[in-house]
Nanobody
Framework: QVQLVESGGGLVQPGDSLRLSCVAS????????MAWFRQAPGKEREFVAA????????IYAESVEGRFTISRNNAENTLYLQMDSLKTGDTAKYYCAASPTIARPNVSLRLGAAYEHWGQGTQVTVSS
């Protein structure tokens, strides 16, 4: 059974940085890609960034491009999200997700449907 556990959230001021981590456990953990999504109160879950696990190709939501960086440590089954120049609009609960080993055909990595494992989330609050 795969488990994803996020950490690193907190309360910061606009312009600050945070680094989120997501550790995947499970003896047979394998994935095609992992991603970060976020959900603010009263809003739908939205895609933030994704990375393919072997090659390391990355994609970002337009709202975070240039400010956030997704990366992974394959040996430690850990996913990261470096968040710089944080804005109040980045306030949300952040979730990591892992896709199946074989990517679901014709499903964009920007969609939640591409992923089968989800963490419980970590809260990020940006406020002055």
């Amino acid at each position: 059974q795969v488990q994803l556990v996020e950490s690193g959230g907190g309360l910061v001021q606009p312009g600050d940085s945070l680094r989120l981590s997501c550790v995947a456990s499970g003896r047979t953990f394998k994935t095609n890609a992992m991603a970060w999504f976020r959900q603010a109160p009263g809003k739908e879950r939205e895609f933030v960034a994704a990375i393919t696990w072997i090659v390391g190709t990355t994609i970002y939501a337009e709202s975070v491009e240039g400010r956030f960086t997704i990366s992974r440590n394959n040996a430690e089954n850990t996913l990261y999200l470096q968040m710089d120049s944080l804005k109040t609009g980045d306030t949300a609960k952040y979730y990591c997700a892992a896709s199946p080993t074989i990517a679901r055909p014709n499903v964009s990595l920007r969609l939640g449907a591409a992923y089968e494992h989800w963490g419980q989330g970590t809260q990020v609050t940006v406020s002055s």
